[in-house]
């Protein structure tokens, strides 16, 4: 944890389930528990699960120029965004490569907040404000607790009057046990969930109240990596594991393009002027490599770097993977070439233990109508 810079307030209680408190984005966060994966893995997609994912960094923008900063630095057209109303959307340099993905936030006319992970999101964003009339204020209070899964709304609605009618990608500002708390319709789990945005102070109360209340619904808490069986199946990618940043290209400095991707679509149509577009449109066409999915006949979740090989030729490498209890599968996440991103096209996967036969799947495996995250009622 030398690198670790940021802190949560949750801590102890990470700690006392068992984890070191692993370094990520700065902060200590809880890559294991004292038990399986897999438990926390089946409650969240049949019960579900609170994660603290405080790691995610806070970042609130504010003033006459808030949302010309954002349009800089964001692929979104952000006027569409009304308050109360969230986005997903990415960040690229400019050569028209990938930097890092965030959700933005509208909480008013001139506020806003962007909430990212572990790339330049708010480096970007500071860069964009000099000499304008906006405040960035980089925000460690602020805590991010995760509750996904599809008993989330049943356990909220006891508590937070009007949680079923939040739409996906909404916020609302509201009470949670007497606290003041932001509770957003977002998550990286492919599941219907929620993240409550809290106070430091306030986390561990809310914290221990989840856990004890929904531990007769099932609800459990979860560590951080979980999300790496959730996202495999719900075609989530994380910076900079599923990005040239880890798997490089020969004789090229690091850098992802969106097409290449699968996150063209972050893109709102006809927008221009924010860093990288030129490149951006530039390169379409010029795909070097494609995400893509991998399942493989085999009851073992693929190496993580494993090589994948067609006809005696390395073609490309896998960045995810999982076998999912729950479905009875083996899968993973991507970088192929391009002409192996195929339904269908048969391939091998060369695990330390040996070489597993596999397909090229269409991504996601989970849910591709996204008809749970975006459920009404």
Same mark, same amino acid.
């Given at each position: ?49 609170? =994660?603290? !994912?405080? $790691?995610?960094?806070?970042? /609130?923008?504010?003033?006459?120029? %808030? *949302?010309?900063?954002? #349009? ?40 806003? =907040?962007? !909430?990212? $992970?572990?790339?330049?999101? /708010?480096?970007?964003?500071?860069? %964009? *404000?000099?000499?304008? #009339? ?244």
């Amino acid at each position: 944890m030398t690198a670790s810079w940021r802190f949560s307030t949750l801590a102890d209680r990470h700690r006392a389930l068992g984890s070191k408190l692993e370094d990520w984005s700065g902060m200590g966060t809880a890559w294991s528990y004292d038990k399986d994966a897999d438990e926390e893995y089946l409650a969240i997609r049949t019960k579900a699960g609170l =994660m603290d !994912v405080s $790691g995610l960094k806070k970042v /609130h923008i504010t003033g006459a120029h %808030a *949302s010309h900063v954002i #349009d800089l630095c964001t692929t979104r057209n952000v006027e569409k965004i009304y308050p109360g109303k969230s986005v997903y959307a990415c960040m690229l340099n400019d050569a028209g490569k990938f930097t890092d993905d965030c959700v933005i936030y509208r909480m008013g006319p001139n506020s806003w =907040m962007v !909430v990212h $992970g572990a790339g330049s999101g /708010h480096e970007e964003l500071t860069r %964009a *404000s000099i000499g304008r #009339d906006v405040s960035v204020r980089f925000d460690d209070n602020l805590h991010d607790l995760s509750l996904q899964g599809p008993l989330a709304v049943d356990y909220l609605a006891k508590h937070v009057p009007g949680i079923r009618d939040l739409n996906y990608f909404h916020h609302m500002q509201t009470q949670l046990f007497g606290f003041p708390v932001m509770i957003s319709r977002t998550g990286y789990t492919g599941e219907r969930g929620y993240e409550i945005f809290c106070r430091g102070q306030d986390a561990g109360t809310i914290w221990d109240t989840i856990v004890a209340e929904g531990k007769s619904m099932g609800i459990i808490p979860t560590r951080f990596t979980t999300l790496d069986m959730l996202r495999v199946e719900s075609y989530l990618l994380f910076y900079p594991y599923d990005n040239s940043q880890k798997y490089p290209f020969a004789n090229e400095g690091p850098g992802d393009t969106l097409w290449e991707l699968g996150l063209d679509f972050t893109v709102s149509p006809g927008k221009t002027g924010f860093r990288g577009a030129e490149e951006h449109y530039r390169l379409k066409g010029k795909e070097r490599f494609k995400i893509f999915g991998v399942l493989l006949d085999s009851d073992k979740a693929a190496d993580e770097g494993a090589e994948i090989w067609r006809d005696g030729k390395k073609v490309g490498v896998v960045t995810c993977a999982m076998y999912s209890p729950l479905v009875k599968k083996s899968m993973g996440i991507a970088r192929l070439d391009v002409d192996c991103a195929i339904v269908g096209t048969p391939l091998e996967i060369r695990n330390a233990s040996g070489t597993v036969k596999a397909t090229a799947q269409s991504l996601p495996f989970d849910d591709p109508k996204k008809l749970k995250r975006t459920a009404k009622g």
